[in-house]
C-alpha cells in the first residue's frame, strides 16, 4: 500500500489483470514534479 497523503501534486495509481498464468501489471503516474506524465505496463509469466 502507498501513502496518498501527499498526493495533491498528482495521482498515482496501478492495476494488476491476471488470466492464463500470465499477470499484466501497469502503473501510472501524473505528477507535475516530474513535468509530465509516465506509464508503465509490466508483462510477468507464472510457471
Request: aromatic share 12%.
Amino acid at each position: 500500500m502507498k501513502d496518498t497523503s501527499g498526493a495533491t501534486t498528482g495521482s498515482e495509481g496501478s492495476v494488476t489483470y491476471s488470466f492464463g498464468g500470465t499477470a499484466i501489471g501497469m502503473k501510472f503516474c501524473d505528477s507535475y514534479t516530474l513535468s509530465g506524465n509516465y506509464a508503465t505496463i509490466e508483462f510477468q509469466s507464472e510457471g
